[in-house]
């Protein structure tokens, strides 16, 4: 069964503090790996999809990155506009989904 | 451009009662999702559709759900009867086949279900 796994679950910094999100999966034959973004009250927001290990892609101060097993998603100097909950969501042999349970992120001023 | 539409945003009903979620898609799109999301469990997919017809509802929890898609701009999610374990937001999500893969997801803003 494919399987997605988020850490940490929630994570706080201080603006300016760079981390990363990491994202597990199992999935058999992936055919990618997608990065959303979910507002409280809101529905997720796409923002990166990733098709192999090696692949990067970056949008502000997201950068998005892919191995065989897990993919990260590293905030660089983050600002408090940033705070939300980020999903990550794997594609495999099916057209389906599957979502991790998010990482949620606060970033203080 | 209008995104994924759904209503109603919120829905407060009482154990037993028949609970019906509408969506209307992107135009254009050819297939349609309906996901749950709670603490607990995350996003959960109930079902997809492509071109209208339902693929896979693997996910759908017990007979009480049931979804339906008459035309390629409206879908509905029915719960009948609904229990207080039904609450839940509801997402309906769209999106194209590009390249042989379904592409991005476009969520609407969901239904909020409250079943007392």
């Known amino acids: 069964e494919d399987q997605v796994t988020q850490s940490p679950e ?53 950068k998005a990155t892919l191995t065989k097993k897990e993919s990260f998603l590293h905030i660089t100097a983050p600002k408090p506009e940033d705070s939300a909950t980020y999903l990550c969501a794997a594609q495999g042999g099916s057209e389906k989904l599957v979502f991790g349970k998010g990482t949620k992120l606060t970033v203080n001023p | ?78 719960i009948q009867p609904s229990e207080p374990r039904d609450s839940a937001v509801y997402f309906c999500a769209s999106s194209f086949r590009q390249g042989g893969y379904t592409g991005e997801l476009f969520f609407g803003e969901g239904s909020r279900l409250t079943v007392l």
């Open chain 1, 10 to 62: 929630a994570l706080r910094l201080q603006e300016g503090e760079s981390s990363s999100l990491n994202c597990s999966y199992t999935v058999s034959g992936l055919r990618g790996l997608f990065w959303y973004r979910q507002d409280p009250g809101k529905g997720p927001e796409f923002l990166f999809t990733l098709y192999s290990a090696g692949e990067e892609k970056e949008k502000e101060r997201l």
């Open chain 2, 1 to 78: 451009d209008a995104g994924v539409i759904q209503s109603p945003r919120h829905e407060v009903t009482e154990m037993g009662q028949e609970v019906t979620l509408r969506c209307k898609p992107i135009s254009g799109h050819d297939y349609l999702f309906w996901y749950r999301q709670t603490m607990m469990r995350g996003l959960e997919l109930l079902i997809y559709f492509n071109n209208n017809v339902p693929i896979d509802d693997s996910g759908m929890p017990e007979d009480r759900f049931s979804a339906k898609m008459p035309n390629a701009s409206f879908s509905t999610l029915k």
